[in-house]
């Protein structure tokens, strides 16, 4: 069964990084699709970034594209959510998700589409 574990979040100035982790076990990580997806206060869980099971494809929401980087690294069966620019509208629980996606070309936004989940990392901007 694949399991999630997701760390990083804290709290952050607006205008500050921080670098936000998922460690994967369970299966063989390189087969997966993942995701990361936030959820703030009183607010439905929208997706925020993804990264292609053979990486070099991302996909990005357009309110983080050019201030949010997904990466993946394979030996350390971990996805990455590098933020920088962080802006208080960031602040919520960021989720990773993971789908088997071994030899697909589709790379999948929707909360739907992935069954497995991480329990989640608070990330709060101040302003």
């Known amino acids: 069964q694949v399991q999630l574990v997701e760390s990083g979040g804290g709290l952050v100035q607006a205008g500050g990084s921080l670098r936000l982790s998922c460690a994967f076990s369970?299966?063989?990580?390189?087969?997966?699709?993942m995701g990361w997806f936030r959820q703030a206060p009183g607010k439905e869980r929208e997706f925020v970034a993804a990264i292609r099971w053979s990486g070099g494809s991302t996909y990005y929401a357009e309110s983080v594209k050019g201030r949010f980087t997904i990466s993946r690294d394979d030996v350390r069966n971990t996805v990455y959510l590098q933020m920088n620019s962080l802006k208080p509208e960031d602040t919520a629980v960021y989720y990773c998700?993971?789908?088997?996606?071994?030899?697909?070309?589709?790379?999948?936004?929707?909360?739907?589409?992935?069954?497995?989940w991480g329990q989640g990392t608070q990330v709060t901007v101040s302003s």
């Open positions: 369970g299966r063989t990580f390189s087969n997966y699709a």
């Open positions: 998700a993971a789908r088997y996606s071994s030899g697909s070309s589709y790379l999948n936004t929707g909360q739907t589409e992935y069954p497995y």
